[in-house]
Nanobody
Framework: QLQLVESGGGLVQPGGSLRLSCGTS????????IGWFRQAPGKEREVVSC????????YYTDSVKGRFTISRNNTKNTVTLQMDGLKPEDTGVYYC????????????????WGQGTQVTVSS
C-alpha cells in the first residue's frame, strides 16, 4: 500500500504562486507515474499534470501550460507542482495520485491517492 501526502496548498491572490508537494514514507516513488488532479465544487475531478516514472514524459492540461511545472526529486522521494500565475479558476482541492508504470489521463486509472490540499485563488 502506498500512502501519499500532499502539502503546500493555501490562499493566494490572482497572479501569485504556490508550490504543492506530494510525498510518501517507507516506499519509493521511483517506479510510479504521478499525477496531479483537482476538483472544484460541483465539478468533476480533472487532470492537471502528470509525470512518468523516469520523468521522460510529462503532460499538462492546456489551461495550465506555461504556468505550472511538475518535477520529481527522487532523492527526497517527492513530486512537486510549482504553480505560478494563479487564476481564480485554478481554485479547488488538489490531489496527487500514483500508478505503476506510465500515466494515463483518466483519474480512474490511478491506484493510490492522497487526501487532497485546498488551493484558493481569490483577491
Amino acid at each position: 500500500q502506498l500512502q501519499l501526502v500532499e502539502s503546500g496548498g493555501g490562499l493566494v491572490q490572482p497572479g501569485g504562486s504556490l508550490r504543492l508537494s506530494c510525498g510518501t514514507s517507507g516506499r519509493t516513488l521511483d517506479y510510479y507515474a504521478i499525477g496531479w488532479f483537482r476538483q472544484a465544487p460541483g465539478k468533476e475531478r480533472e487532470v492537471v499534470s502528470c509525470v512518468s516514472a523516469n520523468s521522460g514524459m510529462i503532460y499538462y492540461t492546456d489551461s495550465v501550460k506555461g504556468r505550472f511545472t511538475i518535477s520529481r526529486n527522487n532523492t527526497k522521494n517527492t513530486v512537486t507542482l510549482q504553480m505560478d500565475g494563479l487564476k481564480p479558476e485554478d481554485t479547488g482541492v488538489y490531489y496527487c495520485a500514483a500508478r505503476p508504470g506510465n500515466y494515463r489521463l483518466s483519474w480512474r486509472s490511478f491506484t493510490f491517492w492522497g487526501q487532497g490540499t485546498q488551493v484558493t485563488v481569490s483577491s
